[in-house]
Nanobody, 124 residues
């Protein structure tokens, strides 16, 4: 499985960005997809995730981004998105997408595959 994240950049506080992650090599809906971020000197943090079960989608968010970020997935394109609104300087980090094995938690240690990160920088 290969994951390719894109869409990072420099934005002013209060602005928006949309990250994309394209998955290849396995059926998209057979596992969950998550976004994590890591700021310098900090541990990797869960941001948001989406999973599929019984024909339904389930969404998960870290406390620090609830109400500002939205995760979504396009099954036909094998792509998961992270819409980030009302960005804050503390959102500055390298953002990673990862695949979650079915039934696993959203802990970074439980993720199966990782994409290369994309840098998001929010200026004050």
């Amino acid at each position: 499985v290969q994951l390719q994240a894109s869409g990072g950049g420099l934005v002013q506080a209060g602005g928006s960005l949309r990250l994309s992650c394209v998955a290849s090599g396995r059926a998209f809906v057979s596992y969950g997809m998550g976004w994590f971020r890591q700021a310098p000197g900090k541990e990797r943090e869960f941001v948001a995730g989406i999973s599929w079960s019984g024909g339904r989608k389930y969404y998960y968010y870290g406390d620090s981004v609830k109400g500002r970020f939205t995760v979504s997935g396009d099954d036909t394109k094998n792509t998961v998105y992270l819409q980030m609104n009302s960005l804050k300087p503390e959102d500055t980090a390298v953002y990673y997408c990862a695949s979650r094995p079915y039934g696993s938690s959203w802990s970074s240690t439980a993720m199966e595959y990782w994409g290369k990160g994309t840098q998001v920088t929010v200026s004050s």
